[in-house]
T-cell receptor, first 114, second 112 residues
């Protein structure tokens, strides 16, 4: 089975722009979660989607949003980018929702905001 | 507050020596515990998990961890490390939202 794929792998944007990141989960997985990884804050939960519905959301401003399509692929969008949004964004998929499920991570998208 | 604490940010060790990476979780974290490894420029890979049952959990690459409810700990161990074990290791627990709550990570550096 192919693993979780994320595109693009690297992205450079300037402040005020918006960005869309894409995640394709493992075939058959219905849950997709997004995490932000920074040196200072570590790994922080952004949101989880399950069967096209946002199931949970972390403590991030409304500039961060996402969606999931019927084929379980997910996108996250960040509007009005700030310097502090520079981070590695990781997507993880699992067969079902719930913390007891093993999450399979993609390689991440490294976003740099100038 | 829900939290997972990794007590050491960096652990240097010589090749073939034993290693222990320490992890404590707050009592409000659900007892689904995981250790992940991250190699440079890669995502996270699951090493092992504890959901219930035996408190000693064996994982991939010779790693094991012991769940200790009374001490709210889930330390990761390996009896003999290799250069290839150099990576960052993350302990995680289940959050109330069904998400994972991660520790800040421990960078393991294995020296020849």
């Amino acid at each position: 089975k192919a693993g979780v794929t994320q595109t693009p792998r690297y992205l450079i944007k300037t402040r005020g722009q918006q960005v869309t990141l894409s995640c394709s989960p493992i075939s058959g997985h219905r849950s997709v979660s997004w995490y932000q990884q920074t040196p200072g804050q570590g790994l922080q939960f952004l949101f989880e989607y399950f069967s096209e519905t946002q199931r949970n959301k972390g403590n991030f401003p409304g500039r961060f949003s996402g969606r999931q399509f019927s084929n379980s692929r997910s996108e996250m969008n960040v509007s009005t980018l700030e310097l502090g949004d520079s981070a590695l964004y990781l997507c993880a998929s699992s067969p079902n929702a719930g913390a007891y499920n093993e999450q399979f991570f993609g390689p991440g998208t490294r976003l740099t905001v100038l | 507050a829900q939290s997972v604490t990794q007590l050491d940010s960096q652990v240097p060790v010589f090749e073939e020596a034993p290693v222990e990476l320490r992890c404590n979780y707050s009592s409000s974290v659900s007892v689904y515990l995981f250790w992940y490894v991250q190699y440079p420029n890669q995502g996270l890979q699951l090493l092992l998990k504890y959901l219930s049952g035996s408190t000693l959990v064996k994982g991939i690459n010779g790693f094991e961890a012991e769940f200790n409810k009374s001490q709210t700990s889930f330390h990761l161990r390996k009896p003999s490390v290799h250069i290839s074990d150099t990576a960052e290791y993350f302990c995680a627990g289940g959050g109330s939202q069904g998400n994972l709550i991660f520790g800040k990570g421990t960078k393991l550096s294995v020296k020849p």
